[in-house]
């Protein structure tokens, strides 16, 4: 499963996080059974973002989170990166 914008806006709604794109520091985007990184370009001021216990196995699709500092990704199926 992709992680789509829909999924995105729940999982911000869920955690009381701020609707707008741009203004969000952090992404809880856990334990959701995501396959792959994607819809995430809007989301420019992340710092931390939670990814851990999905189905990832590639680390792509991040260019747009230039001031990520944490990417947590424990308990995932990654083999492979790419920018």
Do not use: W
């Amino acid at each position: 499963m992709k992680i789509t914008k829909e999924a995105v806006r729940l999982c911000i709604k869920r955690k009381e996080l701020i609707d707008n794109p741009e203004m969000n520091e952090r992404l809880y985007l856990h334990q959701k059974g995501f396959t792959e990184i994607n819809n995430l370009k809007k989301y420019t001021q992340v710092k931390a973002l939670f990814l851990e216990s999905n189905q990832l196995t590639k680390i792509s699709n991040l260019d747009a989170q230039r001031h990520l500092k944490e990417l947590h990704l424990q308990n995932n199926k990654i083999c492979e990166y790419s920018s």
